[in-house]
């Protein structure tokens, strides 16, 4: 059986590192994954992981005992990688050369194969459009499949405004891809629907 969470960090709390170093394992494939989805690069998301986890660590004395500690880091990384993205778009726009937006993803599937050259530059591009609250809330939603609550618990934000996020998310990223869908074809008289 698994050792619960709330045990590494009261042990954690009592300068047990290895208590510590067992949530780090059991959460960062996790963070890493999440990081990289919102700011779209390696080093960046190992950035995010790592500063999440110091973090933590420091404010470990704070962590109140009545959440889940996985959601609590999970706010941390969020937020981490926001402001790494945002960091890094105050660069571009002072004409820094390192702001390079890849297409987050996971391990390559089946879809990921199937995906044309064309479709994956929009949906980078789309990507990078977005404000870097709008992608954080995007990928919680649509990629992580974490709830309205947790998204606004993750990212600090009211429900409506974490609504409004990805709703502006999904609206942005439906007007840049939809040329690539082709025209809609009304099903009854097959008439093309723009």
């Given at each position: 059986?698994?050792?619960?969470?709330?045990?590494?960090?009261?042990?954690?709390?009592?300068?047990?590192?290895?208590?510590?170093?067992?949530?780090?394992?059991?959460?960062?494939?996790?963070?890493?994954?999440?990081?990289?989805?919102?700011?779209?690069?390696?080093?960046?998301?190992?950035?995010?992981?790592?500063?999440?986890?110091?973090?933590?660590?420091?404010?470990?004395?704070?962590?109140?005992?009545?959440?889940?500690?996985?959601?609590?880091?999970?706010?941390?990384?969020?937020?981490?990688?926001?402001?790494?993205?945002?960091?890094?778009?105050?660069?571009?726009?002072?004409?820094?050369?390192?702001?390079?937006?890849?297409?987050?993803?996971?391990?390559?599937?089946?879809?990921?194969?199937?995906?044309?050259?064309?479709?994956?530059?929009?949906?980078?591009?789309?990507?990078?459009?977005?404000?870097?609250?709008?992608?954080?809330?995007?990928?919680?939603?649509?990629?992580?499949?974490?709830?309205?609550?947790e998204i606004c618990g993750a990212l600090g934000l009211r429900e409506s405004a974490g609504k409004q996020a990805i709703f502006r998310a999904v609206k942005k990223l439906?007007?840049?891809?939809?040329?690539?869908?082709?025209?809609?074809?009304?099903?009854?008289?097959?008439?093309?629907?723009?």
């Amino acid at each position: 059986m698994d050792t619960p969470d709330d045990l590494f960090v009261q042990r954690a709390r009592a300068g047990d590192t290895e208590a510590f170093q067992a949530l780090v394992e059991r959460y960062s494939a996790q963070l890493f994954r999440l990081a990289y989805r919102i700011v779209g690069d390696e080093p960046s998301a190992e950035d995010a992981v790592q500063e999440t986890l110091l973090r933590a660590y420091r404010s470990l004395s704070r962590f109140d005992d009545r959440a889940q500690f996985g959601t609590w880091l999970y706010r941390i990384a969020a937020n981490t990688a926001v402001e790494i993205l945002r960091k890094r778009r105050r660069h571009i726009r002072e004409g820094s050369d390192d702001g390079d937006l890849t297409l987050p993803s996971h391990e390559p599937g089946p879809d990921r194969h199937a995906m044309s050259g064309e479709v994956e530059r929009a949906v980078r591009g789309a990507l990078a459009g977005l404000s870097p609250l709008e992608r954080a809330a995007f990928v919680l939603r649509h990629f992580e499949g974490r709830s309205i609550a947790e998204i606004c618990g993750a990212l600090g934000l009211r429900e409506s405004a974490g609504k409004q996020a990805i709703f502006r998310a999904v609206k942005k990223l439906r007007r840049v891809l939809a040329p690539l869908a082709g025209p809609r074809v009304s099903p009854v008289k097959h008439e093309v629907l723009q």
